[in-house]
């Protein structure tokens, strides 16, 4: 199996930067069109646990537009083969001092696009160094 193929590598990047943009601008539609549209799609939330494409729509549908600004650090994607991806990130945010978010994503290459298909994000304290 190919691991980090360059250009696979480059389209699963611009795919994740396509959806942090979209959700620190509460971009909906673009951040449902991200995950795939299947109920068995997951998402863990940091209050929430969503099972398929319909609760992951209406979660974001009602979430506040309020304070998604993020710094993102540690970011990491490895491809598997041509069609498979995780992706992997530490953010914090302002209005959380002294807590860091972690963000994991399950990326496959689907006919319509890369698209998620396990989500998980946590906040914890924030480890001392």
Not at 29 to 34: I, K, P
Not at 59 to 81: D, E, H, N, Q, Y
Not at 84 to 112: D, I, N, Y
């Amino acid at each position: 199996m190919d691991i980090d193929l360059p250009e696979v590598m480059a389209e699963v990047r611009m795919a994740f930067e396509r959806y942090e943009k979209a959700l620190v601008t509460n971009d909906v539609e673009t951040l449902d069109a991200m995950f795939r549209d299947d109920p068995r799609t997951v998402r863990y939330g940091a209050t929430e646990n969503l099972y398929g494409y319909k609760e992951i729509e209406a979660f974001r549908a009602a979430r506040s537009p309020a304070g998604l600004m993020r710094t993102l650090s540690k970011t990491v994607i490895t491809t598997f083969g041509r069609d498979f991806a995780m992706a992997s990130t530490l953010f914090h945010r302002a209005t959380a001092p002294g807590k860091v978010g972690r963000m994991t994503q399950t990326w496959v290459r689907c006919p319509e696009g890369w698209r998620i298909v396990v989500g998980h994000v946590s906040v914890i304290d924030e480890p001392n160094a």
